[in-house]
Nanobody, 125 residues
C-alpha cells in the first residue's frame, strides 16, 4: 500500500497549484487524509485534512480561504487546491492517512498511517 503525492513545482506568488495524493492498493475514501508541510529549518505543520466519510474539513489559519481539500473517490485521490500561494507556502508537502481533528487538524499519531514521499512547492516573490 502506498500514497503518491504529486503536483508540486515552482509558481509565482498569487498563482495556483493543485497537489494530488493518489492511493495504491487500498481504498483511500475509507480513511481521513491529512496534508502536512515542512519548510527548511521549521517543524512539520498540519495544513489541512478531510474526514473519511463526509465533507468535514480542517484548514490551518494561514491557508483558510486559499486552499481547498477534496476527494475524488473514483480516482482514489485526495487533492489540495492551493490558490493565491505566497512565499511562506514554500515547503515539501506530504499527504498521509492520519486522523482529522476538526479543531486541531491532522493528527500524526497512528504508527500504521500511510505517508506519501512528499512534493516540493516553491513560491517565488
Amino acid at each position: 500500500v502506498q500514497l503518491q503525492a504529486s503536483g508540486g513545482g515552482l509558481v509565482q506568488a498569487g498563482g495556483s497549484l493543485r497537489l494530488s495524493c493518489a492511493a495504491s492498493e487500498f481504498t483511500l475514501s475509507h480513511y481521513p487524509v491529512g496534508w502536512f508541510r515542512q519548510a527548511p529549518g521549521r517543524e512539520r505543520e498540519g495544513v489541512s485534512c478531510i474526514s473519511a466519510d463526509g465533507p468535514n474539513t480542517y484548514y490551518t489559519d494561514s491557508v483558510k480561504g486559499r486552499f481547498i481539500i477534496s476527494r475524488d473517490k473514483i480516482k482514489n485521490t485526495v487533492y489540495l487546491q492551493m490558490n493565491n500561494v505566497q512565499p511562506e507556502d514554500t515547503a515539501i508537502y506530504y499527504c498521509a492517512t492520519v486522523g482529522c481533528n476538526l479543531k486541531y487538524g491532522p493528527e500524526a499519531v497512528d504508527p500504521h498511517s500511510v505517508w506519501g514521499h512528499g512534493t516540493q512547492v516553491t513560491v517565488s516573490s
